[in-house]
């Protein structure tokens, strides 16, 4: 048993990258083995993994062909800190891939499909999906457990949140995932204390969220930090270990571990 997490956006720039990356880390930390897929043609993983442009055939793409035998194209990550993560690249194949899965019989249930016929052992999965709400991220909800939604504190991101919450259920329903992907929670992205409107949207988000049974984790702060560290390719721990803003991803992380003992104990019991 495995936790499969999407982190879903339908607006660019709300942090699922630097989410993804960093969750990654602090699981590899805690001595998790962590699988991270790249759902986006943009292939914004690569560039925050240090890693180089990969060939299509050793990419997401080539898993989703008909001729996959089962090979994962799985890139070692921060390999001189850690062993226990790795990445399926993504990239512009993408874009093709993504067109193909509207015309395919299973195409929404394709990754899970992979995932069932060539299971990884990996405790924990994370898709990140691009900023759209078409073929790729319902590819990646019909194959999770849970998803997470990182909002910017802004009308626009919210608004946007309140489609993507629409979207779920409608999806869930229509493709009849059972068991539902569980909503881990939202997650408030590149907060800033000095903007009014942010404490304001922050100090609302909880009580609105409640409504619907849903988490709203702790912020993530906005610094510099962040877009320096991917920039070399690395998760803020290890760019900067002494910069607090590392430690803002200790709930998400924290919850995310429990989730995986828990499953552990559940195969136990099986």
Known sequence: MQIRLAVISNAGGSGKTTLSVHLAHALAKRKYNVALF??????????????????????????????FDGNWP???????????????QGGMVLTQTADELVLHKRGAYLLGDRLTDYPLEHDLMIFDCPATLGPLPLMALAASTHII???????????????????????????????????LGFVPNQYDARRAAHRQMLAALPSQLEQMNIHAFSEIRDSAEFVNASGQGLPLAIHRPSHQAKDDFKEIASKLAT????KSKESVKV
């Open 38 to 67: 790249d759902l986006d043609p943009q292939g914004s993983l690569t560039l925050f993994c240090g890693l180089n442009q990969p060939e299509p055939e050793h990419t997401l793409a080539a898993v989703l062909k008909e001729n």
């Open 74 to 88: 799985l890139t070692p990550c921060w390999s001189e800190h850690t062993d226990k993560v790795v990445i399926c």
């Open 149 to 183: 939604i990182p909002v910017q504190l802004e009308p626009k991101s919210i608004q946007g949140a309140a489609h993507l919450l629409e979207w779920y259920y409608y999806h869930c329903k229509h493709l009849r995932l059972k068991p539902t992907p569980e909503i």
């Open 259 to 262: 989730l995986i003992g828990s």
